[in-house]
């Protein structure tokens, strides 16, 4: 990682690592028409082409790394418990962007505001208290920033 942090610091967000080079490309399907969210209109033909997901979510492999959210402290930007986040390393932070930091030790997911050199790391929920940040602190390190969140809208049973 190179970050030379340990297994325990990850308390919110579980590591689950970049895309490997030499990934095979997974197409999958890809409907042509797109999905009304207003007032339907009516389609024409449903061809379908293909689409590969590792193309359209992560624009830079080397630097791009998936981890899973624990917890309810960004429910209201619409990111959940168990989603799945696209982080990428190489993306600058800046205001309004949802980064993961290292912060005290732990890895957190919030929201970045303000500006150079005060910024505020603020959760959706509002009893979480935002963090305020003062210039270079050294027990702050932005970790990336979240370019992709899936989102699952029904979980699979486990046997």
């Known amino acids: 990682m190179g970050s030379g942090l340990s297994s325990c610091l990850w308390v919110d967000l579980e ?4 895309l490997q080079p030499g990934t095979p490309a997974l197409l999958l399907p890809l409907a ?6 207003g007032f339907p209109s009516p389609a024409a033909d449903y061809i379908e082409a293909s689409i590969d997901l ?3 979510l992560v624009p830079r492999p080397s630097s791009t790394f998936f981890v899973r959210v624990q917890g309810q402290a960004m429910q209201a930007a619409g990111i959940h418990h168990g989603d799945l986040l696209v982080v990428d390393r190489s993306v ?3 205001a309004g962007a949802t980064v993961v930091v290292v912060h005290e030790g732990q890895m957190l997911l919030r929201r970045l505001e303000g500006r150079a050199p005060s910024w505020r790391l603020v959760a959706t929920d ?3 208290a935002p963090i305020v940040v003062q ?3 050294a027990h702050l390190l932005v970790w990336g920033v979240v370019i992709h969140a899936v989102h699952h809208l029904q979980r699979e049973r486990r046997a």
């Open 135 to 137: 210039g270079d602190d």
């Open 15 to 18: 590591l689950l690592g970049p």
């Open 126 to 128: 509002p009893a979480v």
């Open 32 to 37: 042509l028409e797109t999905v009304a969210a």
């Open 92 to 94: 600058a932070p800046r």
């Open 54 to 56: 590792n193309v359209e």
